[in-house]
């Protein structure tokens, strides 16, 4: 796990799979903006499942379910 101390982003690596978790919008369009200055990489958009764990999310209250 790496954070951004300046901002809020938290980044989570495992091989070729990449967790990014910020509490703004704002700081992860900055984060994909600096990994593709660098990389060839495409966002997959919200995370539905990670190393063959399923991720459930509820937003309203703001808790995350791995399983």
């Known amino acids: 796990m790496f954070m951004y101390s300046e901002n809020s982003v938290r980044l989570l690596i495992y091989v070729d799979n990449i967790i990014v978790a910020a509490k703004k919008q704002g700081?992860?369009?900055?984060?994909?903006?600096?990994?593709?200055?660098?990389?060839?990489?495409?966002?997959?958009?919200?995370?539905?499942?990670?190393?063959?764990?399923?991720?459930?999310?509820?937003?309203?209250?703001?808790?995350l379910k791995i399983d």
């Open 27 to 63: 700081e992860l369009k900055w984060f994909y903006k600096k990994l593709l200055r660098r990389f060839s990489a495409k966002n997959l958009g919200e995370i539905n499942k990670i190393l063959g764990a399923r991720v459930t999310r509820n937003r309203k209250n703001r808790t």
